[in-house]
């Protein structure tokens, strides 16, 4: 299994509430279905009042988030978009396809399902956010392997044609 690119989590977010921000921890639990106790996770996704397992954990990119705060201010920190999983080095997620894997830490396994589109809510942090952030939303992912993440681990992209 070749590993094309390597890069490492910034910060790990979760909120049991919905909408932004989702609140910076110390690590997040990975389970089944989601993040534990995350607005987002779980059967159903509270979030779209449905099951959704294509949309269980978000990723962004920390290169994305600092070029936006140089064009807006340093309004954005870690889980004030949404995400989960903040990371770095792996650029700004857009050349990253459904079916690859991320293995981040020692033992979480995701599968990218999507890139993730931006939502409007995102505007109320500042009303240039939406039109700096398309297509550098990010990753929505579903759950492999569980485990716990915790900032500064380490996240292997795998490509889909190396993981079959």
């Given amino acids: 299994m070749q590993i094309y690119q390597q890069g490492k989590v910034v910060a790990v977010s979760s909120s049991k509430k919905g909408g932004i921000p989702k609140n910076p921890k110390d690590s997040i639990e990975i389970f089944n279905l989601g993040v534990r106790d995350d607005y987002h ?3 159903i996704n509270f979030h ?3 099951n ?13 988030i ?7 201010g340093e309004k954005i920190f870690p889980g004030s978009i949404g ?9 700004d997620l857009s050349h990253i396809a459904s079916g690859d894997i991320l293995k981040i830490g020692k033992s979480v ?7 993730n589109e931006p939502c409007v809510t995102l505007n109320s942090i500042d009303n240039r ?12 992912a ?13 996240v292997k992209l795998i490509p889909k044609k190396e993981n079959v």
């Fill in 41 to 43: 996770s779980g059967e």
């Fill in 48 to 50: 779209a009042n449905k």
């Fill in 52 to 64: 959704n397992p294509n949309r269980q954990i978000s990723v962004v990119a920390n290169e994305v």
């Fill in 66 to 72: 600092e070029d936006i705060n140089s064009q807006i």
């Fill in 83 to 91: 995400e989960n999983i903040l990371v770095e080095g792996l650029g």
């Fill in 109 to 115: 396994t995701l599968r990218v399902t999507d890139q």
């Fill in 129 to 140: 956010i939406l039109k700096l952030i398309v297509g550098r939303r990010g990753l929505v």
């Fill in 142 to 154: 579903s759950v492999e392997s569980t485990g716990y993440i915790y900032p500064n681990d380490k």
